[in-house]
């Protein structure tokens, strides 16, 4: 499998509504955190996730977290 572009190393924090969202996992997305079809010819699949009740949420950019699609804190480990 192809390695993610690192759309950011911090991630981004907001305040989702209720509903399913489709996080990009390939990095390659210009509406950052999440998918708008730039994967098309890749290996990569956007992650879907349900968010049941409105809340914060810290979602990875650097697409290297072992808790897809949040952040991790695996932003600091990358140079």
């Known amino acids: 499998m192809s390695e993610p572009v690192i759309a950011d190393t911090k991630p981004v924090v907001?305040?989702?509504?209720?509903?399913?969202?489709?996080?990009?996992r390939c990095g390659r997305s210009q509406g950052q955190p999440f998918c708008?079809?730039?994967?098309?010819?890749?290996?990569?699949?956007?992650?879907?996730?349900e968010v049941t009740e409105t809340q914060?949420?810290?979602?990875c950019l650097c697409k290297h977290t072992g808790n897809e699609p949040f952040c991790d804190g695996s932003h600091a480990r990358l140079k």
């Open 36 to 49: 708008d079809g730039s994967h098309q010819g890749t290996d990569f699949t956007p992650l879907a996730f």
């Open 56 to 59: 914060k949420v810290a979602l």
């Open 14 to 24: 907001m305040e989702l509504e209720p509903g399913t969202y489709y996080w990009c």
